[in-house]
């Protein structure tokens, strides 16, 4: 997987933040399709929400594969914690730039250059993913091969696939809340610390990347999406729980109605004393 820096452009600007827990052949396959990216990010920060030891020396193996540096932000596993995980990682990145992925994002090789495209001062980035399914999934887990397009056997929504930057213009896509999904966004990382980052008061699965855009809205911030680029795809795998749903959808009702703009509990805990970007 490695090949000499010179030979593909590294953006400095660019940390790829990817959230994870236990599961380490979706994250291998992720890493693996990092290292076929045409432009590389700057840095590769795993923001790890509790997972063992095999994590831990997958991570470390791949180190030595990786042409860029690679970051494990790990926290204790004490429950569905990922709004922590997310602002421990980001508060360690030293890029200007986020890019932050699910660690069941395989990325397309123009992934991270498309996203470099799409950055603007005043507005993030959220993208579309088609997806694997089950058993295409297992076999990919098997193989760890990384190397999928919008022809590769298992795929649903597929046409989310298709990489058209010359039209990419002609299609708006959602400006609101809908479909707003933090595991395929991107924003910088000084708006990030403006609004706090993610709320960690959130607990269990549900609403807490809502929460965190009607922010990004609330400060002024514009959508946009990443239609005909930046193409991913979504390795199969079971619903998380939503027992915590409706207590989380009503601290998001809660942001739209007051127009709050900071999260309480957020990454500024996170941050040095020093930090330009805090």
Known sequence: MKQPS????IDPRISLVITTYNNPPFLELVLKSVGLQRTLPGEVIVADDGSTDDTRRMIDRYRTLLPVPLIHSWIPDRGF????????????????????????????P????????????GRFVTGSRARLQEAATRRRCRTLDARLHIWSA??????????????????????????ARSCHMAFWKNDFVRVNGFEEAFEGWGYEDSEFVQRLFNIGLQ????????????????????????????????????????AERGVDQYLPATDPQA
């Open 110 to 121: 123009h992934f991270v250059a498309d996203h470099i495209r799409l950055m603007r001062p």
């Open 6 to 9: 010179e030979s593909r452009p």
């Open 81 to 108: 914690r990922v709004a922590k995980a997310r602002n421990e990682a980001v508060a360690r990145a030293r890029g200007t730039y986020i890019i932050l992925i699910d660690g069941d994002m395989v990325l397309t």
């Open 223 to 262: 959508r946009k999406n990443a239609k005909l680029m930046a193409p991913a795809i979504h390795l199969y795998h079971k619903e998380k729980s939503t027992e915590r749903a409706e207590a989380n959808h009503a601290m998001l009702e809660h942001t739209i109605r007051t127009g709050k703009q900071r």
């Open 154 to 179: 298992g795929l649903s929504r597929r046409l989310v696939l298709l990489r058209v930057p010359g039209l990419h213009r002609l299609l708006k896509g959602h400006s609101g809340l809908r479909n």
